[in-house]
């Protein structure tokens, strides 16, 4: 089972997907087939995952055409221009595929270059070379500079995101200017699933901590990408279109909001 969220570019993406981040590469292939088996419709990759070759074997097990596929540009060399095309073509012939969502890694702010990279995305994009761009790690002052100065409005970004962190005041920017929160690190790298209050509600509505978790980043409005290894929980994390929480529920998960980060803040990767 699946669901689509419109993009700004007229094009759908899979509400849920599966992420390959610190997927071993002796798994990865495995991990990508048993991902397309349970059901998914979304992969997401990127060429810092060092797993691309291998993600491309998987696909080469299942119906690609069925899949939307993700890779990010990393940039820590350089970010010229030519460097991002570079790293687009490496990832494709990697992946050996074509790939369908492109995004900026992180915006690494203090090398202020990021507008820069955005515009030859938007190349490839024009270029038909890929059918959505986005960004990944942007916060709302980065996602500004993009639109203000090139007028181009990434359909999705990509942030940490879970009932810690979740990140109210820019999905509500994203949401006045028709960008998809996508969110990594949903189940806050697994460590929500311990949590009293999930842990309530899942036995009250007879389902698990992480399909509570994942119902509520889909309540939001927003696409998620948990990781799982193991293709049992792979299923566990796509079967959650039979239940409802409730706005009492949500209120409840809303006020689990600490800040907390399980992985890095925007400004600190240069
Ligand atoms: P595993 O790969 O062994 O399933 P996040 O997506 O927030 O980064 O969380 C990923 C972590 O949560 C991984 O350690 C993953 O372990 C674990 N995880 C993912 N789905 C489930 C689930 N349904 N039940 C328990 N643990 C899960």
Redesign the pocket.
């Known amino acids: 089972m699946h669901k689509d969220l419109r993009l700004n570019d007229g094009s759908d993406l899979p509400a849920l997907g599966f ?1 390959l ?1 610190k997927v071993a590469p002796e798994v990865t292939g495995e991990v990508v087939v048993a991902g397309f088996e349970a059901g998914y419709r979304l992969v997401d990759g990127a060429e810092f995952y060092h797993n691309e070759s291998e993600v491309g074997e998987g696909l080469r097990r299942v119906d690609r055409d069925l899949l939307t596929v993700t890779s990010k540009f990393w940039g820590e060399e350089s970010q010229d221009r030519d460097a991002v095309l570079r790293a687009f073509d490496a990832s494709e012939s990697a992946l050996g595929t074509s790939i369908d969502v492109y995004m900026i890694h992180w915006p690494r702010p203090k090398r202020n270059q990021y507008v820069d990279v955005w515009r030859t995305l938007v190349e490839l994009r024009d270029q038909g070379r890929v059918r959505t761009i986005g960004v990944s790690n942007f916060a709302q002052p980065h996602l500004e500079r993009l639109i203000d100065e090139t007028g181009v409005v990434p359909a999705v970004n990509q942030v940490e995101s ?1 009932p810690w962190l979740p990140q109210h005041d820019l999905r509500a920017f994203h949401d006045a200017n028709d960008i998809i929160t996508q969110a ?10 311990a949590d009293p209050t999930i842990g309530q509600i899942a036995d009250r509505v007879g389902v ?4 509570v978790i994942i119902r509520w980043h889909l309540q939001l409005g927003g696409a998620l ?6 293709p049992e ?2 299923r ?2 796509l079967d959650v279109y039979g239940f409802e929480l409730t706005d009492a529920d949500m209120a409840a998960i809303a006020g689990l909001e600490t800040g907390e980060r ?1 992985g890095t803040h925007p400004d600190d990767r240069n």
């Open positions: 992420g981040y879970h990594w690190s949903p189940l806050g790298r697994g460590r929500l699933l698990s901590p992480a399909q990408i948990p990781k799982s290894t193991n929980r792979l566990e994390n399980t």
